[in-house]
């Protein structure tokens, strides 16, 4: 029996998102999908690449409509998915693409986004040691930002195999799509076009404390990050490079055998044979995530490139994975690894 | 019990995508993958967007290799399918993407391509009128070239209803990987980002007799068509912007409810509705075509634009969808009309 | 003695490219800068490029603030330039880069802008017809509209030539800096990137009469313009895709020479040698136009492509040009042929 | 009385880049242009965009052809310089685009180039310290390469005021045009667009000594560098985001002083107001570099980005700017600081 799933937020690059995987999973039913200030248009007035649902109007997002549901996918502005969830009832799968829930520490939270925290719920990057176990048959989900999801698979095993210092430098270019569809002047094609920029530089980016959770846990001590994000002139996709000084004696093969060691039964982490860097291209609309490492011996640093698609692996695709989980249905059930390209 | 496929030219854009296409394809198994200069590479050194199929070798196109499957597509420079074709059996459905078996009149095709004309096959583009019942149990099938699948889809409708002059005209912008993937200088990133050119102007585009024979046979008589393509700053997509003068009497509302009639049953081609023009991003990597038409009252001219994706609709997919008909499988049997956007 | 020049509308694509071309002009000095919801701040915020003027405050948009300049140039939302102009002497030379005073005809400019027309000013396009005559002395130039600018050059030597039939069909590609910094979603990177799509279709684009206009009074017969504008994924450039039916007894010769013969002595419109077309990116930032014309035998048709800056010759650099020619100053000062490539 | 100047190479992406600089230099005449396998074909064949020499026909690289100039560029494939050079007189100024007369260390040349090392040269960074003078009065003239133009302007104050600890981390995405004309599969169009990818990961890029190299100089002490380059999708820029451990003591002020002390005279670079960062397309076709500054106090670390344009400030104007040093010309002589945007 299929399971009923809402979308609120349908009108946004996640929430988008989240509907195109769910129109290819066979497990799902497509109900309510809610919007803001689009509410009352028909999805395919904004969404016109959802073609399957091209005739569905928008419903303001309410209480009353997201009611009914197994699962309710909440594709919003930060700040405001607590209030929504505390209407939906214990038995209903709440999957937040949103950052209000990923944080642990409330102090953390408040210092980034400077209001108060909402609470914490479990983290849905499946891959992270104990990460998948952590998702079983709960009923609520934080998915993890984009960043940390591209910059955790990466740095997670080198840190868990204590080949690293707690010193990660992180530099991540990402397609637009990631600032969202709000229609902002430094957005624009025209601006975007042919260029490269950094934001939030020298710590203010409100993923940094979340990469620091992730990494922090998995050394089992603090990390530091230093991470610049870039905006990139394509719509979709990730490319995080990522390093940190290698403690003394590690070596190029202990390298590569962490990670084949960490991922060698991840179904949508895949370390490349050596030699082959990951291009964002090739994750184009799938749920894979490209991993290369190697040693700098001259430098002394271990280097990481890792790509993703923001949109899936970054959030709708790892939303979708972790339901699986959650729901006890097959993990990879609707998610594809083959990416559109070139 | 699935069909067996193998696909020649793998390593090409057209068979990459025939692949992606199959991966995604719940009637078959993927068999032989073969290249020319590719040949003895791992398909994931190729076409790493291809992740399910990294480990696969590509072997030679040879008829041995080819041999033994029941279905094989053919993504092989024009030219050299016949010679491949001739060697695989009658019982085999043989699916060539090329130009060798798509026009009927061989003048034209020597005119055009400059060698001896190989033969007709049944064509694959269901949509055309009685072209579903043409492909039903063949065992050869030329796949339509990418620019006249989306000009025919957009004014088959206006001369089967007899509302255009016959001298249509049609400038069409497209994706670079309808250029194929062998490495020339003006197709190289640095010189096609942004930057918009045309190319074969003044008829001598070879896709110029393909449309001709299409539309000729929607209307009854000899159609004309002036025909200009242009190279856009974009991976993927056609944009076929059609117009026609309209015979006397044409209305805007006749003209749209020709084209509601032509296609309301069609799974593929959509019109859109009044007021929605089509982008080829809410067709990427879809088996879609999206529609839209015009009368312009004050130029006396019907306009058509029409939307696919070279590389799907206009190639892989169009010929996934015609070996469903052909196999009698349900012809949307592996195919979304879900694009991947933003 | 250099000559004092102010720009309204500084923060905007035109008003910037405009500043962008004075900066190199050796002939002016830059005064007041104005915006209207920039006012207020450094042009180095808004306009990073223009690195010599990054210190300037932008000011209100005032007569007070415009008055003592010998050159006004106004890049403004269409409808605000008359009130502008009205409060600067006759004998400031006011160079309108909108569309206010383009159009000879106030029924035509209601039925496109429905407001009352303003009135029309010579026309800024000195490669038209008795165009750089009508230019000298003015003190009041109306830039041409971008596309018009580029269809206008592609067929004028046609018409002016009686070769062409009085229905002329254009389908443009334009860079989204024509549709200006306003931010709207459809405009964002994230829509525009991988994209191609039409808007105005049909007839309804503003700059259809101003086309009209110009190929009428080069034909000496009302001409028809079929244009279907379309959105390309890049910042800058059109290219124009022209043609009409070519009258009996024209030869590709015929319509070469015709074009020779009209722009031989032409400083910034240039007819390709036969075999090369235009690509945008060969003018990207220069005053050029590039030409190259077919004839389409089969089709019986005269094709004509052309190639701008839709930002510079198709409006800054119109401008500048205009405006030399009006003061009397050699009308290539300041103007570079030479594009930003690759 | 104009300098006579010849450019060897010049069908390529960094010859070309010469040329247009060329044409807007007061001072300069353009005498021969040479190239390769190009030879013979006219100017406007291969460059289209540089229209004032559209007719010039390119002869082979002689030393013949090349006497006779005062200045001769060479953007030729490295490792062919010296044997042109040579045949120079010791009177001609000869400017080197490519790499053989870079570094000091013939071992580390030989480590990264495998081939014999030609030799060194003047080093055509003037912003160094002793740079400009190091220059005057040369006739041989190593223009550095882009990556380590960029890394070094942004990294050399606070390695010169001994603010960072010697160990570099460096990330820089490249346009595409970094990587030449020659029509190789990974630098098509199609599958660079929507495309981010790393390269030469972990120590291997050629460009690395020479970063070593100037940072160390700077420092006063050997420096790392752990560089990782990404190619773009684009076609010009370099973003350079740069990073290394903060000494003691250092602070936000002591950091942004040092930045502006270094570059306060310097006409081409140009440190943004706080709050700004730098965005390559702000420095399109401009001789400019942009930097901007942060100390990341959690993560202990100086972060610099710097935005060059690879093809101007990056290659060819950097060595017009040299040229004009070495000839006791004005610096800016023919050198825009103003970029071509959006």
């Known amino acids: 029996m299929a399971v009923r799933v809402a979308v609120a937020g349908a009108s946004g690059y996640a929430g988008g998102e989240v509907l195109r995987l769910l129109l290819a999973h066979p497990g799902v039913r497509i109900g309510a999908l809610t919007a803001n200030s689009n509410a009352g248009q028909r999805l395919g007035a904004v969404q016109p690449h959802l073609l399957p649902l091209a005739g569905r109007v928008l419903e303001a997002t309410t209480a009353d409509v997201l009611a009914g549901h197994d699962v309710v996918f909440l594709a919003l502005p930060h700040g405001q998915s607590a209030a929504v969830a505390a209407e939906l009832g214990e038995g209903t799968l709440v999957v937040d693409c949103g950052a209000d829930f990923r944080l642990r520490d409330a102090g953390e939270w408040e210092r980034f986004y400077g209001s108060a925290h909402a609470g914490t719920w479990p983290y849905g990057l499946p891959e ?5 176990e952590a998702l079983k048959g709960v009923r609520r989900i934080a998915v993890p930002g ?3 999801t591209a910059v955790s698979l990466a740095l997670a095993p080198a840190y868990g195999a204590g080949l690293a210092e707690p010193e990660a430098v992180v530099v991540a270019a990402s397609g637009t799509s990631g600032a969202g569809k709000a229609a902002k002047p430094h957005l624009l094609g025209s601006e975007v ?3 490269m920029s950094p934001y939030g530089v020298g710590g203010g980016h409100r993923h940094t404390p979340e990469m620091i959770q992730n990494l922090s846990a998995a050394a089992g001590e603090r990390v530091t990050v ?3 994000p870039t905006l990139a002139p394509m719509s979709r ?6 390093s940190a000084k290698a403690r003394p004696g590690v070596t190029a093969e202990g390298l590569r055998s962490a990670y084949e060691k960490a991922y060698a039964d991840e179904p949508f982490v895949h370390l490349l044979p050596e030699g082959q860097w990951p291009a964002t291209a090739a994750v184009y609309g ?5 991993l290369q490492v190697a040693l700098d011996e001259a430098a002394g640093r271990i280097v990481v490139v890792s790509a993703i698609d923001n949109l899936t692996k970054g959030t709708a695709g790892g939303a979708v994975q972790s339901m699986n989980i959650a729901l006890g249905l097959p993990e990879e059930l609707g998610l594809a690894v083959t990416g559109v390209a070139p």
């Open 226 to 228: 230093s991470f610049t």
């Open 146 to 148: 984009c960043y940390p």
């Open 237 to 242: 996709g990730i490319l995080a490079t990522c």
């Open 286 to 290: 799938s749920n894979a995530a490209l």
């Open 128 to 132: 992270l040691p104990g990460g998948r």
């Open 193 to 195: 076009m042919g260029s």
